[in-house]
Nanobody, 125 residues
Framework: QAQVVESGGGLVQAGGSLRLSCTAS????????MGWFRQAPEKEREGVSC????????YYADSVKGRFTISRDNAKNTVYLQMNSLKPEDTAMYYC??????????????????WGQGTQVTVSS
């Protein structure tokens, strides 16, 4: 049974940094692209970043480009999201997801097969 578990969220001041981690189990990790989404209260879930199975291709939403970096370690079945220069508008529940589509920009929730429970990121002004 596939499982995806996020960690690393927390409370940080504006301008600060956090690194989210997501570990997958029960699936062949390098058969999957991985993505990060976020959802703020009363807003739709939005794609933040995604990475191909090999890690060679990465994609970012315009709102985080230049501030966030996605990476993966296939030996550890883990994907990371390094978030720098955080802003209050980055406050949201962050979700990790796995997609059987192995490459390409994947920013639609329907493109993903497995989801984590989320980790809260709160950025204070």
């Amino acid at each position: 049974q596939a499982q995806v578990v996020e960690s690393g969220g927390g409370l940080v001041q504006a301008g600060g940094s956090l690194r989210l981690s997501c570990t997958a189990s029960g699936l062949k990790f390098d058969d999957y692209s991985m993505g990060w989404f976020r959802q703020a209260p009363e807003k739709e879930r939005e794609g933040v970043s995604c990475i191909s199975w090999s890690g060679e291709s990465t994609y970012y939403a315009d709102s985080v480009k230049g501030r966030f970096t996605i990476s993966r370690d296939n030996a550890k079945n883990t994907v990371y999201l390094q978030m720098n220069s955080l802003k209050p508008e980055d406050t949201a529940m962050y979700y990790c997801a796995a997609s059987h589509v192995i490459a390409g920009p994947l920013f639609l929730p329907d493109e993903y097969n497995y989801w984590g429970q989320g980790t809260q990121v709160t950025v204070s002004s």
